[in-house]
């Protein structure tokens, strides 16, 4: 297991953990960010990325993509 | 009989579109999530009896941000006759999570999905009458955008509103949550209807704390959380969280056929990579701001203005109506009113439009491009390091036409605290209506330099940053922004008609304004200006042949002038006494709080602009005249930093919803604004003149207290939590 942020662009991982206030991580599942579920990053910029969620793109910042675990 | 049909959707899947095409309105529709932040009412074409209702984008029943808060509170207490959920065809899987929870509320639902025409466009196929089989309710494909299947879908709709037909969801979660729901049912009181029993077990699982405003008695479901909570190892919202996307997940197979791709990345990713770019995403946003603000300001806006300031109103309109009135022989008094009141005072400010439509032009095609969530999304990485997030810059940019509306999108910000540092912060960037002071000020002492403007958005931006630090410093302000997650919608090519449509319905509110505030305005002034005290008794005063030190004499009998005087003092240690003026400047100030554009108006009257309206740039000569270039950029700076104008500061009580915060943000925007105007005037006049004094000696004091607060240590302070449950409940 391991933080999104490590993750390179292009890549398509399983999602194996989300972490986070009890909030954010609520809401991080209603834009469909839910274990097993699959995430792609599209591009990636210290850490902010932008992924590729059930064909939503979403933007998260570096604190909370740490907190994502694949 | 009367409907109540309710558009309800995810965030930017095109419900004010819809809103506009079936009700013939003209709201604005941006691409990015959270243009819509407050319900809008609007009748069914050709139904008179049809309320169409259109709601904030949400992702859930659950709400997250204040905006959806206003969305799920209409659907569960106010209960519309039916919905039609409208559903982004190309993003189908992570929509059809918030269909799941609106079949729940048992109100009739027909789905639209729409965007059909891209889906079509992609290859995709979407099945739906399996969909519509897999989901239990009536759906029809629409493209809210081209107008194909809109008036099927309203129809079917308010077919469905009136045969009030009991409606269960069709969807079913794995049997040991099946059961456990079954089972909160039964507990669930009798004076709630069956069809809504789901909804509230469901919620009760979720121990969502506003459930119980809803019901009259709170059933104990503690054991059957345990329980669940036990079988799954998770808990219970999570659980039912996973159990929709598994449903979905199971059934999308069937629903929708999506073509093989070759590329992975769409054209938006491929901008995205660019645009988001580590190195290039600065330089690109930065040079886009150049662009909007250069272009509407410094050159098409600044020509167009120039000429309607200087060609139509000083050549033709002012000359024109004096003579026509003089013509007709009206009285003099009425043509002064009309003239010098009127034409003058209202002149002044309708010159600025044009530029105000150039900028606004540029407003609406970066909202409806697709682009603001990206600004957002750069601007994450440095606003946090001031305390905000990225999310306060959308405001900002907004704000940058009309303070009201950007107040108004601070809705979309999660954290309490963040929202509320950007609600104070906001209207320090310079709105529309401040373009005419800094053009003024510019062309009176800085001999039109471009450099005036564009510090005066510095000023703004360096006011924002400051107060971000110091804000943040206090306790009330401790603690980290929320953490930055935004959707971003795909780039797309704005529609003309949106745009224009966007450019004059802001633009025809400044020039409605002109015609009622500042008209209105204008007259009490010209009234104030014009009556007063001549040898010991009140009266009409009459400035006929008076010129320089005479007229001046006269005009300090006037009413104004005895008011102004009366507050004239809290302006000295700005500098703006020269020549016993300075009630004339202090009335422009606060004058500016009905309308930042008064403040021009004002001057107009006071000095005359009709008088020598040959030369439309005579009322720079009067009025460098009062001010030394040092008071009078302490002057622009005090009123674009002070407290907005009514409609402004209005906004802010309403996002605020608390009167203390309220006064809060208005004395730190008042107080602020007068420090920084301050150490202008003493230290610049320090450097140019050489005059050192008391004042003097204060700007520093205030400096260097300026300074601490920016650079004290700072002590993390985690005890407050603002608690986001209890705002949302006082909304």
């Known amino acids: ?70 | 009989m009367a409907v109540k049909i309710a558009l309800a959707g995810n965030p930017n899947c095109g419900k004010t579109t819809l809103f506009n095409a079936l009700t013939g309105s003209n709201q604005f529709v941006g691409n990015w999530p959270g243009v819509t932040v407050e319900k809008k009412e609007g009748r069914l074409k050709g139904h008179k009896d049809v309320t169409i209702m259109d709601l904030p984008g949400i992702y859930s029943l659950s709400p997250y941000t204040l905006e959806e808060v206003v969305a799920r509170n209409y659907l569960v207490a106010d209960r519309p006759d039916a919905i039609i959920n409208i559903v982004d065809g190309t993003n189908i899987e992570r929509n059809l999570y918030l269909s799941t929870q609106i079949m729940e509320l048992g109100i009739p639902v027909i789905m639209a999905v729409n965007m059909m025409d891209i889906v079509a466009k992609n290859g995709d196929v979407i099945h739906i009458d399996k969909l519509s089989q897999k989901l239990g309710c009536e759906v029809v494909e629409i493209s809210a955008l081209k107008g194909t299947g809109i008036t099927k879908a309203a129809e079917k709709a308010v077919a469905l509103a009136h045969q009030k037909k009991k409606v269960t969801p069709a969807h079913a979660f794995a049997s040991e949550v099946e059961d456990i729901i079954a089972k909160v049912e039964d507990k669930i009181s009798s004076d709630i209807p069956q069809e809504q029993k789901r909804f509230f077990a469901i919620k009760l699982l979720e121990k969502d704390d506003k459930i119980s405003e809803l019901l009259s008695l709170m059933p104990d479901v503690s054991a059957e959380i345990r329980e669940l909570e036990d079988h799954f190892d998770d808990d219970t919202e999570s659980i039912i969280t996973n159990e929709r996307y598994v449903y979905i997940s199971s059934i999308i197979g069937e629903c929708l056929t999506k073509a093989k791709k070759g590329e992975k990345l769409s054209t938006s990713d491929k901008i995205d990579r660019f645009v988001t770019n580590r190195f290039f995403a600065l330089p690109i946003f930065a040079l886009v701001m150049f662009i909007v603000y250069y272009v509407s300001i410094t050159t098409v806006g600044g020509f167009l203005t120039d000429w309607t300031n200087d060609t139509l109103f000083g050549e033709w309109i002012v000359p024109g109506a004096r003579t026509l009135l003089e013509n007709i022989h009206c009285a003099g008094w009425l043509t002064g009113l009309v003239v010098d009141g009127i034409i003058s005072g209202v002149g002044a400010v309708l010159g600025f439009v044009p530029q105000m439509l150039v900028l606004f032009i540029f407003l609406a095609f970066l909202e409806s491009c697709g682009y603001m969530s990206r600004i957002a999304f750069i601007m994450d990485r440095i606003f946090r390091k001031f305390g905000l997030s990225g999310k306060s810059f959308i405001p900002m940019l907004i704000g940058s036409g009309c303070g009201v509306p950007g107040v108004m999108a601070s809705r979309t910000i999660e954290n309490d605290r963040d929202r509320k540092m950007t609600i104070m912060t906001t209207t320090f960037v310079p709105c529309g209506a401040k373009l005419p002071i800094i053009a003024l000020i510019a062309g009176a002492f800085f001999h039109n330099s471009g450099w005036v403007a564009w510090s005066a958005y510095f000023v703004g931006v360096a006011a924002i940053i400051c107060s971000g630090i110091i804000l943040k410093k206090t306790k009330m302000f401790a603690g980290d922004p929320a953490p930055f997650v935004m959707e971003l919608p795909a780039y797309h090519w704005p529609t003309v008609g949106n745009v224009l449509r966007s450019m004059w319905e802001r633009g025809w509110s400044f020039i409605k304004k002109a015609g009622t505030i500042i008209l209105l305005s204008t007259i009490v002034l010209w009234f104030l200006m014009n009556f007063g005290w001549s040898n010991g008794t009140f009266g009409m005063l009459d400035f006929d042949g008076l010129e320089g030190a005479a007229l001046e004499a006269a005009q300090a009998e006037c009413v104004l002038a005895k008011v102004g005087s009366a507050i004239a003092w809290i302006f000295a240690p700005l500098g703006w006494t020269k020549a016993g003026n300075g009630w004339k400047m202090a009335v422009a100030a606060v004058s500016g709080l009905i309308a930042k554009e008064n403040v021009v108006a004002t001057f107009g009257q006071l000095f005359g602009f009709a008088e020598v309206a040959e030369d439309g740039s005579e009322i720079w000569k009067s009025l460098s005249l009062v001010m030394t270039p040092v008071a009078a950029y302490g002057f622009l700076v005090f009123n674009l930093l002070c407290a907005p104008c009514f409609a402004a500061m209005g906004a802010i009580k309403r996002e605020m919803n608390n009167v203390k915060w309220f006064w809060f943000a208005i004395g730190y925007q008042c107080i602020l604004a007068y420090i920084v105007s301050l150490c202008i005037y003493q230290i610049g006049t320090l450097i140019t003149v050489g005059t050192f004094g008391v004042g003097t000696v204060v700007a520093f004091l205030l400096i260097i207290g300026f300074i601490y607060l920016l650079f004290r240590p700072y002590k993390e302070s985690n005890t407050l939590n603002f608690d986001a449950k209890k705002t949302v409940s006082a909304k």
């Open chain 1, 1 to 70: 297991m391991m933080p999104l942020t490590m993750c390179k662009a292009g890549e398509e991982n399983e999602i194996k953990k989300i972490g986070g206030k009890e909030e954010t991580r609520r809401h991080l599942e209603n834009l469909g960010f839910v274990v097993g579920g699959k995430v792609a990053v599209i591009s990636e910029t210290d850490g902010n990325m932008i992924v590729n969620v059930k064909e939503a793109r979403v933007a998260i910042g570096k604190d909370m993509a740490n907190k994502i675990m694949i």
